[in-house]
């Protein structure tokens, strides 16, 4: 059936380095990718999202791009510090969900002071 | 992080007996969600609610059970019947989805049945 796979499970970075996480989805008419970022023991929030008409969003040291053709959008943060690991999980919405997000299934990032 | 509440956030409770999570939210918002939450496996759509009194089966549905009486409440019913009830169970809220698919999420509760 439709669904979001996410990649990697988990990821290390030193300090510093950039972190790059995928994820890819099933079906063509899904128009909106939110990723959602969920520190140890609190609850999940929106930390970036974009719209199908758009193939890159940038905030500060967070991006996400979008490769409809390819049917996979991307969370780059850059200049990673030890307070953005966390899990970070994507979403969609797929067509035959009647409009709701289905999540990917997360990737634990570690930043290595 | 105000907005939309969960309580209790530890819940412990013995196979057989049904328990209900608590969610709240005074955010106005139209829609609200539960999900399931369990290691690597994402979040999964329990049940959602678009409008008061009314609600659909998400992805995992059974063994659970809902009600939204009230805009700013949907509580959700772990029934003897769920065959893998420990979990941690996320609640969450969004304005009406033609406007904006952005959803808030509650603290949590964590459940552990025995």
């Known amino acids: 059936g439709e669904n979001v796979e996410q990649h990697p499970s988990t990821l290390s970075v030193q300090e510093g380095d950039s972190a790059v996480i995928k994820c890819t989805y099933s079906?063509?008419?899904?128009?909106?990718f939110p990723w959602y970022k969920q520190e140890l023991g609190k609850r999940p929030q929106l930390i970036i999202d974009?719209?199908?008409?758009?193939g890159e969003k940038k905030d500060q040291r967070i991006a996400v791009t979008l490769n409809k053709t390819a049917k996979h959008f991307s969370l780059h943060i850059t200049e990673t510090q030890p307070e953005d690991s966390a899990v970070y999980f994507c979403?969609?919405?797929?067509?035959?969900?009647?409009?709701?997000?289905?999540f990917g299934s997360g990737t634990q990032l570690t930043v290595l002071p | 992080d105000g907005g939309i509440t969960q309580s209790p956030k530890y819940l412990f409770r013995k196979e057989g007996q049904n328990v209900t999570l608590s969610c709240e939210q005074n955010?106005?918002?139209?829609?609200m969600y539960w999900y399931r939450q369990d290691p690597g496996q994402g979040l999964r759509l329990i049940y959602y609610?678009?409008?008061?009194?009314?609600?659909q089966k998400g992805d995992i549905a059974e063994g659970y059970s809902v009600s939204r009486e009230k805009k700013e409440s949907f509580p959700l019913t772990v029934t003897s019947a769920q065959k893998n009830p420990t979990a941690f169970y996320l609640c969450?809220?969004?304005?009406?989805?033609?406007?904006?698919?952005?959803?808030?999420f509650g603290p949590g509760t964590r459940l552990t049945v025995t």
């Open positions: 609610s678009q409008i008061v009194n009314d609600f």
């Open positions: 979403a969609a919405i797929l067509s035959g969900s009647a409009r709701q997000l289905t």
């Open positions: 969450a809220s969004s304005i009406e989805p033609a406007r904006s698919y952005e959803q808030y």
């Open positions: 955010l106005n918002h139209d829609a």
């Open positions: 974009i719209r199908s008409n758009v």
């Open positions: 079906d063509s008419a899904s128009n909106y």
